[in-house]
């Protein structure tokens, strides 16, 4: 690729059906943004507690290239998510709206061996194996997934937990009930 060449620039499209084959293998750089409802995101779909008016993502993405040294240029994608999803609070049970953002990027390489044999210590960028049917919709999927708390919960104070089972409970949580002692069971039995 000539240095000095100047690469055509795609304009992605925002259907979500079209953001399933996205050809990063071609010598031309992508931007795009758009949005995303909860309900084109069946992995994201499948962990909402519900979907109110306006829950979704926004996406944005962009690609170019970059020198590298003794090599082809690098192409180098990079994709910010922001958006609401409510997920269930894992303090009250109750329904949490909660806000997530997630910027990433990634460098595209050749094969899969590229991508085994990448420096674990760049933490800056992970790759990613190029293709000409990428499915970027399910990286934007893949990202939000990643970007959602392992726990979710609302801010300190803005809820009470809820009463279970487990400890928080009348006089039960007082006064432990003591085990019996083994040998008064067995002294029993030996009786009967």
Known sequence: ?????????????????????????????????????????????????????????????????????????????ELAVKGRIHLVCQSCLQDCGLDLAQKSRFVMVATEEEADAFPMEDDQQEPLVASQHFDLLGLIEDEILLSMPLIPKHPEGACQPHASSFGEGGESADAPEKPQNPFNILKNMKKN
């Open 1 to 77: 690729m000539n240095r000095n060449q100047v690469l055509p620039q795609v304009e992605l499209s925002t259907d979500p059906s079209a953001l399933r084959r996205i050809d990063f293998c071609a010598p031309q750089s992508h931007q795009g943004a758009g949005f995303l409802g909860i309900a084109v995101l069946p992995r994201i779909a499948e962990e909402a507690s519900s979907i109110e008016p306006g829950d979704g993502f926004h996406w944005q993405l962009k690609t170019h290239f970059v020198d590298s040294p003794g090599s082809e240029p690098q192409q180098i994608l």
